[in-house]
């Protein structure tokens, strides 16, 4: 029989060993790329109610509270800095029901990820159409953060698929909420940054299962700084650029619709890697943050990689070497890992990230200003490249009256053509310390003084968030609007975030 004493002692221990050893939350990227560095408890609810629980006792206790989808996350902004914070990770909510082809819509939990949800409709004939991001994103975390697909065209803008929510709010009620693009309520819940609750269950838009082709040409950097950029993306229903400036190069590339009867079967490669690529290119990147020669090296290979199709056929795993390229559109617009490769993360390969949205209008003024801060630190004898996987990504999005996102109109300036994405991949060598590491500072600090623009919510570090707001690049009206909301959904204010607390949300 257990003495006092001992009872005693267990519960001391068992007290010490609970706030002594930080639990923390990590990126995509995995274990050391820490996004909640320190917190209280991490749950896995495998039901609404669960959560539902899980927040009534957070409300109850005045305890901090934050839900997670897929990691989607670059840096260490999802969670407060509180560490009594408890995390609830939705990866166990994955039930798919409900799909109505009449209607055009199906229903969803907050863990299901694109790839799942693509291969649910792909099986059924039906698709998300073009509302669409990366297969590892969970839908409810990319609504709430304002994730898009390049599109100039069509609605591109995960949240412009939602015509239903249902959050779990800061009082642990469950608020059900129907498409209203006249109401604030639901255009801060579509770029709610998780400070409305915790989505839990999406009535989303699907369409007939359809196919597309994806083509790509390389222009010199002239034609895009020079050219017509509306021009060259609006046309078709997603395209997009990637910058390589150290050999003053840009990739085209852009899809669009084909009869569904026409052939085809083509799978994209979405961040998957053989382990010989992954050792080469870890080779090089490692050896470029020392010398420039092989920083050149990588740009060039990985150039001359993504000028062939990152494509296979879906059916026979061989490779495909010409555009352009036709299958179906989840497989061609998403894509996938390879069965024989792993994602480059799982690589060792990992990178920093910094992207902001300017609106079209400037998109060809904000370029040369890139070009110019290129140029300039050449002259001091730092030649810049990309040095990344596949380039600097260029891409753009169409308006949607939402207040957070990317691509919200405001009257600071034009945005109603919509937005060109600056998205600069950079390697994260092992030290992680880059080759000439104040560029891409004073990068930032350049675009967000001189420009209108406005950040990826999880793709920017906490430095880069800070300018935009010293900058006032978020509008005060959208802030003041999303606020009125967010007193009544979470009046308690447990639901926290740094992005939250740095913007006064």
Known sequence: MMTPTILYLGVIYALFTRYSHALVVNTFDGEGFVTCANVASIHYPSSIDEVVS????????????????????????????????????????????????DEGSVEIEAGVTFLQLAEYLHARNASIG????????????????????SSLREDSMVAAGALALD??????????????????????????????????????????????????????????????????????????????????????????EISISDPGNSLQNTFSISAFEASTAKTLLEGGVNHQWLNGLAEKTFFAVWSLPNFRDNSTGLPIVLW???????????????????PE???????YTLELAFPIPIANQVLKRIRALFDESEAQGFPMTSSYRSGINLKFGKAFPDLLSQVTLTDEADWSKGVMMFDFPSYRPNNGVRYNEPFYHNL??????????????????????????????????????????????????????????????
Not at 137 to 144: L, N, S
Not at 192 to 221: C, H, T, W
Not at 325 to 339: E, H, R
Request: net charge positive; hydrophobic share 40%.
């Open 324 to 342: 352009p390229t036709t299958g179906y559109a989840y497989p061609v617009l998403i894509g996938g890992l390879y069965p024989d490769q792993k």
């Open 54 to 101: 899980l927040v009534q006792n957070a409300s109850a206790t005045n305890t901090p509270v934050r839900a997670l989808g897929g990691g989607h996350s670059w840096y260490n902004t999802s969670c407060s800095d509180d560490p009594n914070t408890v995390v609830i990770k939705t990866e166990n909510l994955n039930k798919i029901s409900n799909l109505n082809m």
């Open 444 to 505: 930032a600090k350049t675009l967000i003084s001189e420009f209108p623009c406005r950040p990826h919510w999880t793709k920017n570090s906490r430095e880069v968030l800070q300018l935009t707001k010293d900058h006032s690049k978020i509008d005060a009206g959208h802030l003041a609007r999303f606020e009125a909301v967010r007193k009544e959904f979470d009046p308690k204010r447990i639901f926290k975030s740094i992005v939250g607390e740095m913007f006064g949300m």
């Open 130 to 149: 073009y509302t669409l991001v990366n297969w590892n994103i969970t839908i409810a975390g990319a609504i709430a953060m304002g994730a898009h697909r």
């Open 345 to 351: 993360w799982e690589m060792n390969l990992h990178g």
């Open 167 to 256: 959050i779990v709010n800061g009082k642990g009620e469950i608020v059900h909420l129907e498409r209203d693009m006249n109401s604030d309520t639901w255009l801060a819940a579509t770029t709610s940054l998780g400070l409305l609750g915790a989505i839990v269950k999406i009535k989303f838009m699907v369409r007939p299962n359809f196919k597309v082709y994806a083509d790509q040409k390389i222009l010199d950097e002239s034609e895009v700084l020079n050219g017509d950029i509306y021009g060259l993306i609006s046309p078709y229903a997603t395209a997009n650029f990637w910058w390589w400036p150290g050999i003053k190069k840009f990739h085209y590339r852009f899809y669009d």
